[in-house]
Every structure is written in C-alpha cells, then in structure tokens.
C-alpha cells in the first residue's frame, strides 16, 4: 500500500494534500507518512514473530532520519535505537527509548563518548577494533562499571550494493577482519572491565539480494563455533542493518523472505538475534517537495530549476541515486513529456536531482515530489550556500504537523561570532 498517492487530481500524504503543507510551510520540505512509518515497523515486527524458538529485538538504525518525533515513533512501538555518536544517544533517550534498548556502532569513538554512553548505562557497545577493546576497558575500569559489547567483524561478502555504502569488504574500514576476530575476543575477553556477550555484524546498505546476507551469516556462525570452543559465551548475534527499498524498480525481497532465510541460517545457534534497519524502516515513508523556479531550455536538454538542491538530498550527487519525482498535480494521461534534468539553484555541476528524466512538462510555480527521500535525505543535508535547511513535516492521518521547523536566515547567522578583534568594525 502506497501512503502518497494522488487523489482528485492532487498527490496526497495520507489523507493531506501535499499542497495544503506547502501553501502552510513554503518549498522545499520533507514530509514523512506515519502510516507508512508504522507499516514499515509492523513488517518487521511481524517478521521476527516467524522465527521461532528464538528471541529477536530491532533497534531503529537512526542515522537514516533522527528526527525526535520518528524515533519516537518506533520506540512506542518497541523499538530501540542503534547509535554511531553521544548525539544519537541524547537523541533516542529524548524520543524516549530506554538507555538498555541503545546499541552503540561506530568505528570510531572517543574515550568521552565512550564514557557518555556507559554513564547513561545503554545496553550494549560494538566495537571494532583492539585499540577500541582496550580504551573501553580503561573507561569502564575508572567508572567502575562492566560494559556488555558485542565484536563487530567484516565477514568480508559482496553486499553488491554502490561502492560508497559497501561495509563488509576486507578493503572497508568498519569491523575487525574475520580472520583475526578470534585474537580480538581472546583480548576481549581479558578485560575485568568487559563482558564479552556478542558477534556484531552490518555488511552494507541498500542490499536487494539476500545472498549477501545468507554468506555473511554463515560465515559468522561458523566463527561463533570456533569462538564459544575458545570458551566465549556468545550469546547474541546482531545482524546489522541494510536491507534495500524501492527507488525505480528493484525487485526487493520481503521481510518475511529476509526472516526466513535468517531463522534458516541460525537454526540451533542459540543466539539471540538483534536487527538494526535504518533505510527499510523510513525511506519509503518519506518525500522532498520542491517549486519549480524555472524553467530553462538549452540546446542539449532541458533544466529544471528547482528549489531544493543537493544540500537538501545529497543521494543523488553522492551515490549517483535514482529518485522518482512526479509532479504533484497529476498529469493527465495523455500527457506528452520531456526530457529534462531536474536541478537545484547551488553553484556545482554536480547539484542535480535527477538527470535525463521524461517528466511531463513543468512550469514555474508546479511543485514536484520527490520519493523515497525519508532515509539519509534530512539528515545528510547541510546549509551549503546559506540555504537553510529544510523543515521537516510529518502527516498521520488527516492531521500533519511541522516536526522540525525552517530556520530563520537570522537564526543561522546568530550562530556565528566576530572575533573579539573585529568586534569594532562589526556591522
Ligand atoms: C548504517 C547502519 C545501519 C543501518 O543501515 P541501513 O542500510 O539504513 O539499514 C545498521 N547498523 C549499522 C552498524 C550501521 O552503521
């Protein structure tokens, strides 16, 4: 079930029209669908019920969209959270989520933020590296404290995903090598400080085969033998995120499938599993509305000036991401289209939307939708050229409401300060 769609002639989030928010909070805006949110978590929460025998948790990977009121959302669902920095933290525990049900991932974290997280006690920390191993320990030691962590390890698989997002790669910087995890428990597990309780894995993002994830599993399981025959107590097994959503047409296996193939691989492991999906659990749910600026025809091709630009959804630039865009007055059938790219206002070639594109024709003032921008849109956007960053909106229903409001020009400049030695010639 799609939750944007159009109705009378208008595209609709739910049961609000896309230019009933825009007339209220002007372009560009994301605007997030919580029915579409809430049918997101169902699927998963629905698809851990299918392996039995077996206890599984989701924490919400948030670093695809932060906002408070979208962790919110999945923590009264029963969500965790699956943090990379202490922002993320003092995030999820704002939107609620209990400090126990917080992961703690990254590659590389600070002995403050190391220490920020063991004080709020979260649940558990994955760590990636020897040098994290004992700089935990030392932290843990000076609070007196013992911290549960799981070993993050690169099972070293093709996610055959884009190269930018690709995790689980000997060549990747994230998890220890496979090959060297068992020297890193046996260090690990040397620690008074550390309660060695899990293997960790994330093999990458945006994954639309379930080969990948079935490789990577096998080979961790099979390291986990080898592990608890060193004498670990492995106990959970954390599969990480990265499960793909639709852009333009891929063919994506469901939830249940991924469940299926997951319960398959860990028959008898033992384990409790945890999943961490960012992107499966908001992308889809989400939407960038932008104004037609202008139009400009060239010799080449057609551009169509926007109002949101790279800064606002980097994906495309950084990725080389395909976003459907449809205009939000429907076209009519018959419509003859154009090819044209669709461009924002900032000063770089590459500061494009979408490239090569048959839309139907466009005019100053038209807006455009464009999809599944919920995941890694906001979150990634900056203020580059002075643009301030895009409100955020979400819609439940018939009801919607701004849930990060448009900064003010003023605002974003009353961050900024003269040095003392200028202060005379301010302005
Ligand atoms: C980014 C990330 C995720 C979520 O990835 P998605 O592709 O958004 O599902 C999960 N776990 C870790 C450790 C991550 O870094």
Redesign the pocket.
Known sequence: MSFFKYQDGEMHAEGVSLAAISAQVGTPFYCYSAGALRAAWREFADGIKGIKNMNASVCY?M??NSNLAVVRLFGEMGAGA?I?SVGEMQRALAAGIPAKRI?Y??VGKKASELMAALQVGVGQI?VESSAEIETLNAVAAQLGVKAAITI?VNPDVDAGTHAK?T?GRKENK?GIDIDLAREAFALAGRQPHLEVVGV?M?I????TSLEPYRAAIARVRELIGQLRTDGHRIERF?I?????IVYADEKLPSIAEFMAVVARETDGLGCELTF????????EAGVLVSEVILVKPGAAKTFVIVDAAMNDLIRPTLYEAWHDILPVREPRQDTATMRCDIVGPICESGDFLAQNRDLPPLAAGDLVMIRSAG??GAVMASSYNTRPLAPEVMVDGTRFAVIRPRPTIDEMLSAERFPPWMESVKA
Request: no cysteine; glycine share 22%.
């Open positions: 990977a670093k695809a699956d990379v992961i991932s990254g994955n993050r997002i995790t994230f960790a994330h990458g993002s945006q994954l954390d990480g995120g990265g499960l793909g961490e999906p960012g992107r499966r659990l908001v992308g995941a890694y």
